[in-house]
Each structure stands twice: as structure tokens, then as C-alpha cells.
């Protein structure tokens, strides 16, 4: 089945890394995205991986991906409080129409 | 930059009526979605939309909802029969290519059913 699953709540304070982890059940799954909701807004694409990549780093954000183990993490390094919002794990099941399937997401609140 | 957008922001109907909610995609993009987000909860896939019709839908996507895209631009999600469960962020969300399938998502539509 497909299913995304994400830790609810991680605390950081500011200038310290973060690492917002996520597992997922498709293997077929050829990306894997992360994404971040700030307050009543839009879901914001962050960042994405290719499932033939172990990471892939992006200024302050590295992607790791275990494929073996179905793991994914989203390390955001410096954190700063503008960072603090929802951030979605999903996963795109191959051989279907694009539909995006969710984590719960993970609240990050960081601290000054 | 070119952005998906969403109307009305905020919607407040009464258990039974119809709402249609509208999108305007990203204008090169082919292929439409639609998410709903019960506060709190996960976002949840509804439904997808390629030339012209559905090509896939969710057990949340039922008879009460449909999908149209009228013109060009606009991609809009009618509620026909509204009830208090349907109370949720809906997003619009849109892409140009499904092999890396980088959606891009509406800032939503908040609608409140009483």
C-alpha cells in the first residue's frame, strides 16, 4: 500500500541543525519530495530526490535517501526561525497519474 | 514568477448547497490535481486531470464531486451536495512534467460547512 509517515514535532534552537525524518512504503516511488507549509498558506516545494540518489544537497538543505531501508531525511542546517513551518514528506508512485502521497508532517519550531 | 491561484480565499456555505471552487494553474502546465487538508491532518489526494478528463481519483472523490476545466486557464472542483465532513483546505496544484512530477501547489481554499 502507499503510505508516508513523518514524526509530529521537532524543537531546534536557532543556528542548530535540524533533521526532519520520514518513511514511505512504495518502493516504485521514482521521487521523493519534501515540502513546507508556513501558517495559513500553500504547501511550498523544497526540495526533491531522484530514487537512484543516496542525497542531494541544496544550499542549507541536504536530502538522504535509504531506498533499502525506505528512509528519507530532510536536514536543514543553520535553522533559523524563519524556518519554523510544516514540513511534508511525499512520495509519487510510479506507473500512475503524478498523485502526491503525504506524511502527516512534522511541525519545526525553532527557538532564538 | 508564475504561481497557481485559488478562489474564493475563504468559503462559508450551509450543509446541502454547492460550491465550486476555482484554479488557475500554472499556464504551460498539463496536468491538475486537487488535495483536500482536514485541519490537522494529512493533506489527501482527490483527484488528477489530464486532457480533459480524470485519470485517477481517490475513495474520498465520490459522486458529489466533479472536475472541469471550462476554458483554457481555469480548472475548477464543484461540491454538489456540501456536508460538514467536507469542511477542509482544498488545494489546487499543478505540473508540467509528470516524469519529475514537481507540482506546484495554490495557497488554497478554506471551505466551512455549517
Known amino acids: 500500500g502507499e503510505d508516508v509517515e513523518q514524526s509530529l514535532f521537532l524543537s531546534v534552537r536557532e543556528g542548530d541543525s535540524s533533521v526532519i525524518n520520514c518513511t514511505y512504503t512504495?518502493?516504485?516511488?521514482?521521487?521523493l519530495y519534501w515540502y513546507k507549509q508556513e501558517p495559513g498558506a500553500g504547501l511550498q516545494l523544497l526540495t526533491y530526490?531522484?530514487?537512484?540518489?543516496d542525497m542531494k544537497q541544496d544550499q542549507r538543505l541536504t536530502v538522504l535517501l535509504n531506498k533499502k531501508d525506505k528512509h528519507l531525511s530532510l536536514r536543514i542546517a543553520d535553522t533559523q526561525t524563519g524556518d519554523s513551518a510544516i514540513y511534508f514528506c511525499?512520495?509519487?508512485?510510479?506507473?500512475?497519474?503524478?498523485?502526491?502521497?503525504f506524511g502527516q508532517g512534522t511541525t519545526l519550531q525553532v527557538k532564538p | 514568477e508564475p504561481e497557481v491561484t485559488q478562489t474564493p480565499s475563504h468559503q462559508v456555505t450551509q450543509m446541502g448547497q454547492e460550491v465550486i471552487l476555482r484554479c488557475v494553474p500554472i499556464?504551460?502546465?498539463?496536468?491538475f490535481y486537487w488535495y483536500r487538508q482536514i485541519l490537522g491532518q494529512k493533506v489527501e489526494f482527490l483527484v488528477s486531470?489530464?486532457?480533459?478528463?480524470?485519470?485517477?481519483k481517490s475513495e474520498i472523490f465520490d459522486d458529489q464531486f466533479s472536475v472541469e476545466r471550462p476554458d483554457g486557464s481555469n480548472f475548477t472542483l464543484k461540491i454538489r451536495s456540501t456536508k460538514l465532513e467536507d469542511s477542509a483546505m482544498y488545494f489546487c496544484?499543478?505540473?508540467?512534467?509528470?516524469?519529475?512530477?514537481?507540482?506546484?501547489f495554490g495557497p488554497g481554499t478554506r471551505l466551512t460547512v455549517l
Open positions: 512504495d518502493s516504485s516511488s521514482t521521487y
Open positions: 496544484a499543478s505540473t508540467g512534467l509528470l516524469q519529475s512530477n514537481e507540482q506546484f
Open positions: 499556464s504551460n502546465h498539463l496536468y
Open positions: 486531470f489530464y486532457n480533459n478528463e480524470i485519470s485517477e
Open positions: 511525499a512520495e509519487s508512485p510510479q506507473g500512475n497519474t503524478g498523485k502526491l502521497i
Open positions: 530526490i531522484f530514487s537512484n540518489m
